[in-house]
């Protein structure tokens, strides 16, 4: 079954660090690039960043650069997004999305997300 | 970065009837846009890419046409299931890609 499985969502106070994965299934991994989007209660969505299918292309939306971090394992089917530095407004639902095909941005396989709530 | 703005904020449809939502880059995207359709709950789902190839298994009741600043997403006969909040996502400049703010789409 082709698919996306993200975990690590939780509550979590200002400062604090948070660790989310996605696990992947059902297709060719390491061909993809992988993303992650976030939507914050009741708002749109919000890009995040991406990890290319070779690991070393990163990129970064200003709002999380220097405090998030990606790490895949191509040899797991996973991609972890390694979040410092927590917010409040970090808060979201985090999504895990795969490219629809090399260099394209679009995003044609969706996890069912992760809630992340950074709360003091 | 590029802004991407939806209208209108809320379209209300009868069923069987035509649904047209737009969506405007602040600068030129070419036709590097996709939209996505979400339902409450649920992840987005790909609907159009490059402006108005349909994604696979999406019906060809949803079509996609537009290029540069203007674009435009049309459901020719609407029907319950499409009640959803439709999202534009340019991918011309980036990083980063820009989402619209989304269209809330209504059986009226």
């Known amino acids: 079954q082709v698919q996306l499985v993200e975990s690590g969502g939780d509550v979590v106070q200002p400062g604090r660090s948070l660790r989310l994965s996605c696990a992947a299934s059902?297709?060719?991994?390491?061909?993809?690039?992988m993303h992650w989007v976030r939507q914050a209660p009741g708002k749109g969505l919000e890009w995040v960043a991406v990890?290319?299918?070779?690991?070393?292309?990163?990129y970064y939306a200003d709002s999380v650069m220097g405090r998030f971090t990606l790490f895949r394992d191509n040899s797991k089917n996973t991609v972890d997004l390694q979040m410092n530095s927590l917010r409040t407004e970090d808060s979201a639902v985090y999504y895990c999305?795969?490219?629809?095909?090399?260099?394209?941005?679009?995003?044609?396989?969706w996890g069912r997300g992760t809630l992340v709530s950074v709360s003091s | 970065e590029i802004v991407m703005t939806q209208s209108p904020a809320t379209l209300s449809v009868s069923p069987g009837e035509r649904a047209t939502l737009s969506c405007t880059a602040s600068?030129?995207?070419?036709?590097?846009l996709a939209w996505y359709q979400q339902k409450p709950g649920q992840a987005p789902r790909l609907l159009i890419y490059?402006?108005?190839t349909r994604a696979t298994g999406i019906p060809d009741r949803f079509s996609g046409s537009g290029s540069g600043t203007e674009f435009t997403l049309a459901i020719s006969s609407l029907q319950s299931e499409d009640i959803a909040v439709y999202y534009c996502?340019?991918?011309?400049?980036?990083?980063?890609?820009?989402f619209g703010q989304g269209t809330r789409l209504e059986i009226k």
């Open positions: 996502q340019q991918d011309n400049k980036r990083p980063p890609i820009t």
């Open positions: 600068q030129s995207v070419s036709s590097k």
């Open positions: 999305a795969r490219e629809l095909s090399w260099g394209n941005w679009y995003f044609d396989l």
């Open positions: 990890i290319g299918s070779d690991e070393r292309t990163q």
């Open positions: 490059d402006a108005s």
């Open positions: 059902g297709f060719t991994f390491s061909t993809h690039g």
